[in-house]
Structure formats: structure tokens, C-alpha cells
DNA sequence: ATGTCACTTTACAAGTGA
């Protein structure tokens, strides 16, 4: 059995010891850290016994890593082709026979914005180094805050989000170039929508209200999709009364194979 | 849409990004 998650922790120095908890309740073989906001030099180690760290990390923002309890071969920091390569989004490494891909995708604020023409060159240029450097037959999984929301079943409000950056239909075609090359969405293979949601904004009591989004995606191959026996949505982390200290706005995504 | 959070700077608040 493997057991790999993907979490947005927005800072990992201050979710650290939610993060520790977290290892320890469910001992995952790999997580993939997105938001990690610290400098690599700075990155708080662990504290669960077997644990370590590979970070590609920024001050201040951005910044992904992966934590493991395995020997990770070949890590790869950032992607040839980056339009934005100041900024850390990518970090990808081999598990055994599995190639892992953790990104964190350019956020694009508002349709039109600078920032939304840079999310589709980025998108645009993951894409390309995605196909040229892997095959579809090979197992590969791409887990990561996406800052997309597939269709309006990832949506507690499609009417309110139509067109809105996170919805819009240039940034899904990304997306759905990635799915047509050969990628699955691991969670409809086992959930149907509307819903589970992975997000929901600090703001205007968003989380209590049910106002979430889902735009924390993993995407595999065939050969590791074929070996997806679960895929869950760890809704408590979200909650301010669960665990320790304040939750991230983002739930972890907990990923299951045989 | 916006009832927040975490970061940075030369800091003892305000701006930024999400």
C-alpha cells in the first residue's frame, strides 16, 4: 500500500505542529507541501521519527516541498520552461517506481490581470515539459493546489463563479489538455459531485457556511491510476477546533494505492 | 462576496497576496 497526500499548509512554519500530528495519525508515505513560504534553510524538519524533507522554497510566499519516510531519487527543483522561474512552484522526485510531480500553480487573482496571463503561460509551459519529459505509460502522479476548479461540481456556487478566475474556461482547457494527454482525476474515480471541496476562503466565514471549492487536485497515468483504492478529503484539518493552532485554508488530500 | 491569515519591512503598523 502507498499513501501519498497533498496539502496547501499556507506557511509551514505555522503549521508545523499540525503537520507533525498529521504524520504521525496517518504515517504517509510522501506529502507534497504546497505554500510552504519559508526558505529551504528555514523549513521546520519533522518531528515524527523517520520522516525528512526536500524543499524548493521562497521568503514570504510560494515555496513546495516534499516529506517522506522513504529515500526520494532524483529530485528535481522547478521545470525547464518556467515563464516564472523566480518563483517556487514545482518540486518532483521518484518513490520506487512512481514519479511525483507537487505543484502549485500560479494563483491569476482576476481574469485579465497580469497574473491571469501568466497562470495560462504557465500552465501552458508545465504542460509542455509535463509531455516531453513523461509518457502516459509510465506512472506518474501530479498532486498539488491547481488553483482550478475543474467544472462546476468543484463549485459550491457555479452560477456566482462563471467566468471568475478559478472557473474561467481558458485556465479548465489547461487543465483539460493535461487530462486528454493521458491523467485521470483521481477523485472521480471514486466520488461523484457536487463537492468534496479541498478549500474554502478565510473570509466571510466561508468554511462554516459551506462556500468551498475544490482546486486541489491529483492527476495519474493509467498504470498508477488503475492502483487508486481511495481518495479522501481530510475535512477536519480545515476546522479552527480541530488539533493544533489555526487551520490552513486549504484540507489535506489524502491519496491511497495498492 | 469578503465576518481572515501569514508574510514582509526596518516593525512597534501597513501593504501584499491569497
Same mark, same amino acid.
Given at each position: 500500500m502507498l499513501k501519498v497526500v497533498t496539502w496547501n499548509v499556507n506557511s509551514v512554519r505555522a503549521r508545523s505542529a499540525r503537520l507533525d500530528a498529521f504524520l504521525a495519525r496517518h504515517q504517509p508515505d510522501l506529502v507534497c507541501l504546497q505554500e510552504t513560504k519559508v526558505l529551504d534553510d528555514q523549513f521546520p524538519a519533522p518531528a515524527v521519527e523517520g520522516y525528512r524533507y526536500w524543499s524548493h522554497g521562497q521568503a514570504g510566499r510560494n515555496g513546495v516541498a516534499l516529506v517522506s519516510r522513504h529515500e526520494l531519487a532524483d529530485v528535481q527543483r522547478g521545470f525547464p520552461g518556467d515563464p516564472s522561474p523566480d518563483s517556487a512552484r514545482v518540486i518532483s522526485a521518484s518513490l520506487g517506481d512512481v514519479r511525483v510531480i507537487g505543484i502549485y500553480v500560479v494563483n491569476g487573482q482576476s481574469v485579465g490581470s497580469a497574473e491571469y496571463e501568466l497562470k495560462l503561460q504557465w500552465l501552458d509551459a508545465l504542460g509542455r515539459w509535463v509531455r516531453e519529459a513523461h509518457s502516459p505509460v509510465e506512472p506518474l502522479l501530479v498532486a498539488g /493546489? +491547481?488553483?482550478?476548479?475543474?467544472? /462546476? /461540481? /468543484?463549485?459550491? %456556487?457555479p452560477a456566482a463563479w462563471e467566468g471568475q478566475n478559478l472557473a474561467s474556461g481558458p485556465e479548465r482547457e489547461r487543465l483539460g489538455s493535461l487530462l486528454r494527454w493521458g491523467l485521470t482525476d483521481l477523485m472521480r474515480l471514486h466520488h461523484q459531485g457536487p463537492g468534496p471541496y479541498t478549500f474554502w476562503d478565510y473570509r466571510a466565514g466561508a468554511f462554516h457556511r459551506g462556500w468551498g471549492l475544490r482546486i486541489d487536485l491529483a492527476l495519474a497515468t493509467q498504470p498508477l491510476a488503475s492502483r487508486s483504492t481511495a481518495v479522501e478529503v481530510e !475535512? %477536519?484539518? !480545515?476546522?479552527?477546533? +480541530?488539533?493544533?493552532?489555526k487551520p490552513s485554508d486549504h484540507a489535506p488530500l489524502i491519496l491511497t494505492f495498492e
Open positions: /493546489d +491547481f488553483n482550478i476548479a475543474p467544472t /462546476d /461540481d /468543484d463549485i459550491y %456556487d !475535512r %477536519d484539518e !480545515r476546522k479552527p477546533t +480541530f488539533g493544533e493552532g
